[in-house]
T-cell receptor, first 108, second 116 residues
Framework: DAKTTQPTSMDCAEGRAANLPCNHS???????VYWYRQIHSQGPQYIIH?????ETNEMASLIITEDRKSSTLILPHATLRDTAVYYC?????????WGAGTKLIIKP | KAGVTQTPRYLIKTRGQQVTLSCSPI?????VSWYQQTPGQGLQFLFE???????NKGNFPGRFSGRQFSNSRSEMNVSTLELGDSALYLC???????????????FGPGTRLLVL
């Protein structure tokens, strides 16, 4: 079973910030939090990952709570092209267990 | 740099046949992982190769096998195909030898296999 819990689906208005939550209450000390997204029929695309500290890159920000039991992916200015399934995964090696993800729909 | 490439992109086979899928990682990447994605089971890890050695393996039957060549290109083979093997097979590559911790994986477009 996946080690993470995510909402099945979310909507967000174009131009607004999309905040995607993820619960990972059983995360271990050496496990990273990864976020990928998959646009229909394409391979997953890496977004961001972190261990303890908040992270930011050109695509998104990752906020990890102090107890590391949950995190939030923030897309600061969502566009229609951000419509995809977003996966939150935790793990420390390549045997990452992928859940069902959150279907994010950006609406005009 | 060119991304991860997979060939063929689409494939139709019949039950009992075998199939070989190919993956070329990003130049300089030495780790290659394979995943199976189906609507019912989602994305599942098959195996990971590093420096021509299988380093990690998922929970799949022995009909699923793979190998990696000295240039880091990888192939996976599925023998005695079953209807349930119909799926999108994804390959991902990563750069460093850290056993996966903190690694970024870059995925290819996948090979869509249909077994009739």
């Amino acid at each position: 079973d996946a080690k993470t819990t995510q909402p099945t689906s979310m909507d967000c208005a174009e131009g607004r910030a999309a905040n995607l939550p993820c619960n990972h209450s059983t995360i271990s000390g050496n496990e990273y939090v990864y976020w990928y997204r998959q646009i229909h029929s394409q391979g997953p695309q890496y977004i961001i990952h972190g261990l303890k500290n908040n992270e930011t890159n050109e695509m998104a920000s990752l906020i990890i709570t102090e107890d590391r039991k949950s995190s939030t992916l923030i897309l600061p200015h969502a566009t229609l092209r951000d419509t995809a399934v977003y996966y939150c995964i935790v793990g420390s090696n390549y045997q990452l267990i992928w859940g069902a993800g959150t279907k994010l729909i950006i609406k005009p | 740099k060119a991304g991860v490439t997979q060939t063929p992109r689409y494939l139709i086979k019949t039950r009992g046949q075998q199939v070989t899928l190919s993956c070329s990682p990003i130049s300089g990447h030495r780790s290659v992982s394979w995943y199976q994605q189906t609507p019912g089971q989602g994305l599942q890890f098959l195996f990971e190769y590093f420096s021509e050695t299988q380093r990690n393996k998922g929970n799949f039957p022995g009909r699923f096998s793979g190998r990696q060549f000295s240039n880091s290109r990888s192939e996976m083979n599925v023998s005695t195909l079953e209807l349930g093997d119909s799926a999108l097979y994804l390959c991902a590559s990563s750069l460093e030898d850290s056993g996966g911790a903190g690694e970024t994986q870059y995925f290819g477009p996948g090979t869509r296999l249909l077994v009739l």
